[in-house]
């Protein structure tokens, strides 16, 4: 099975908590809004009319303040997030993960270093091409980020990367067949063992191949996580399975804002 989260040996990384929800004011007026539509039905009518108005204006009243008071929440989770993913970031770039450099073979068979990606966005992943579940599914959702990101005008493109943790099996010519599965642009990086694992130590992956079955078959428990890294090669952040597509994209999007604040 494979069991790994995010890498082990980052220290006390900042996690972003989920912001409460106003519960209080939507679920008071939500309440109220049912109310009213059951007041409108065939008993009140028996009861009497004078009910209907005076809810209806309760309800309005409840309604335009829940109005009011959500504004003012969003406004304030805003600022708590983009305080948060600045504090976050800064926590991983002193934890220094990635600052390393990484010599390795692309699918097609190219030489490839980190400086080769100076001045570009990447998402990259590591996992190995055997994966029978959790890498075809992270793999997918990072084309389908990829391709969110490219579906909006203005901004710069994204070079999703896939480094192999297991060179014995993933060569090259088995990086470039299953690439292609995903999205065109997917790089597939593969190296001797010592370059896996020089890549692999500098983004602080954890892989262990397990042991071989009669079919000579073997699983590699690994960390699961897609890393963003900014156009000036510094990590910048990092998502577990639990983030959705729609979430990365949010958080690539907000990072790339962020950057180009940061120049201009
Ligand atoms: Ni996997």
Same mark, same amino acid.
């Given at each position: 099975m494979l069991l790994a989260q995010a890498p082990k040996a980052w220290p006390r990384l900042p996690q972003l908590k989920a912001p409460a929800l106003p519960r209080t004011v939507g679920g008071k007026a939500l309440h109220l809004r049912y109310q009213l539509m059951s007041g409108w039905g065939p008993e009140t009518d028996r009861r009497g009319q004078s009910q209907?108005?005076? !809810?209806?204006? =309760? @309800? !309005?009243?409840? #309604?335009?303040?829940?109005v009011g !008071?959500?504004? &003012?929440?969003? #406004? &304030? =989770?805003?600022e708590k997030e983009q305080r948060q993913q600045r504090e976050r970031t800064e926590a991983l770039r002193q934890a220094a993960v990635g600052q390393g450099d990484f010599r390795l073979l692309d699918h097609q068979g190219q030489a490839r270093c980190k400086a080769d990606f100076r001045g570009q966005w990447v998402l990259m992943y590591f996992g190995f091409t055997?994966?029978?579940?959790?890498?075809?599914?992270?793999?997918?959702?990072?084309?389908q980020v990829v391709r969110q990101l490219e579906a909006e005008p203005g901004?710069?493109?994204? /070079?999703?990367?896939?480094?192999? @943790?297991?060179?014995? =099996?993933d060569d090259v010519t088995a990086m470039a067949r299953y690439v292609q599965d995903f999205h065109p642009r997917l790089l597939g990086l593969?190296?001797?063992?010592? /370059?896996? &694992? /020089?890549?692999?130590?500098?983004?602080r992956v954890y892989y262990s191949a397990g042991p071989k079955d009669e079919d000579q078959d073997y699983i590699v428990d690994h960390s699961i996580a897609i890393y963003l890294l900014s156009p000036d090669g510094l990590f910048t952040d990092y998502y577990g399975r639990g983030k959705s597509a729609e979430q990365i994209v949010d958080s690539v999007k907000r990072h790339m804002a962020a950057f180009r604040s940061i120049l201009h």
């Open positions: 209907g108005p005076e !809810l209806r204006t =309760r @309800v !309005l009243v409840t #309604a335009l303040f829940g !008071l959500g504004g &003012a929440w969003l #406004a &304030a =989770r805003a055997h994966c029978p579940d959790i890498c075809p599914d992270e793999l997918e959702k990072l084309a901004l710069p493109l994204v /070079q999703p990367i896939f480094i192999t @943790v297991d060179p014995e =099996r593969t190296g001797s063992v010592e /370059q896996v &694992a /020089q890549a692999t130590h500098s983004y």
